[in-house]
């Protein structure tokens, strides 16, 4: 099935760094979810982005929804042993109304954090 | 914790057994979603059901059913099951209402097994 095109698959980063991943698609969008999921759990809704140009903050995360409506982007500030895992990036296209969103996946970026 | 509950959390069946798996959505949440996310893999979407009826379907075959309760619970049939059925199942719950966002939260996942 069609999945979202994330970057990078996987990071390796020192505790305090600074982290970025994006999302890329080859339709558009108007609905961005960022989640993240841990071993052994179901995905964790982390941010949502409603608007193209969004930019949206949740403690140190912050995430944008892209211009384009293709795109979006989260960043993770000071990073800390606890934001290990595994996360993701979903797009929605609500039709309005009723109409069913299903969640396009990414394949998802693995961040690990050395102490 | 989203309130999404699961039932069973592990689950081995023999190739060409039947399974159902069961979900309890969030308070006042009206939509579930099913999800099937293989293992290194983004999860992909099966289908939802709002108001007691499949409201969208992905690239599943028809061995994949569903209902959805009164009480927005649901539950994912699968028949025939195949090897690769083995996956990590999850359910999301959301509240459909015209030109409301469709945040969806997720489950902790059922882990099935096919041998």
């Known amino acids: 099935g069609q999945q979202l095109n994330q970057n990078p698959q996987s990071m390796f980063i020192q505790e305090g760094e600074d982290v970025s991943m994006n999302c890329t698609s080859s339709?558009?969008?108007?609905?961005w979810l960022w989640y993240k999921q841990d071993p052994g759990e179901g995905p964790v809704l982390l941010i949502a982005?409603?608007?193209?140009?969004e930019l949206t903050s949740n403690g140190r995360l912050t995430a944008q929804f892209g211009i384009t409506r293709k795109d979006s982007f989260l960043n993770i500030s000071a990073s800390i042993p606890s934001d290990v895992g595994i996360y993701f990036c979903?797009?929605?296209?609500?039709?309005?109304?009723?109409?069913?969103?299903?969640?396009?996946f990414g394949q998802g970026t693995i961040l690990t954090v050395h102490p | 914790e989203t309130g999404v509950t699961q039932s069973p959390t592990h689950l081995i069946k023999t190739r060409g057994q039947q399974v159902t798996l069961r979900c309890s959505s969030q308070?006042?949440?009206?939509?579930v979603s099913w999800y099937q996310q293989a293992l290194g893999q983004g999860p992909q979407f099966i289908f939802q059901?709002?108001?007691?009826?499949?409201?969208g379907r992905g690239n599943f075959p028809p061995r994949f059913s569903g209902l959805q309760f009164p009480n927005y619970s649901s539950e994912l049939n699968v028949n025939a099951l195949e090897l690769d059925d083995s996956a990590l199942y999850l359910c999301?719950?959301?509240?459909?209402?015209?030109?409301?966002?469709?945040?969806?939260?997720f489950g902790p996942g059922t882990r099935l097994t096919v041998t």
């Open positions: 999301a719950s959301s509240t459909a209402a015209s030109g409301s966002p469709h945040e969806q939260y």
């Open positions: 339709s558009i969008f108007n609905t």
């Open positions: 982005l409603y608007k193209a140009g």
């Open positions: 979903a797009g929605q296209l609500r039709a309005g109304g009723t109409s069913y969103g299903k969640l396009t």
């Open positions: 308070s006042g949440h009206n939509t």
């Open positions: 059901y709002y108001r007691e009826e499949e409201n």
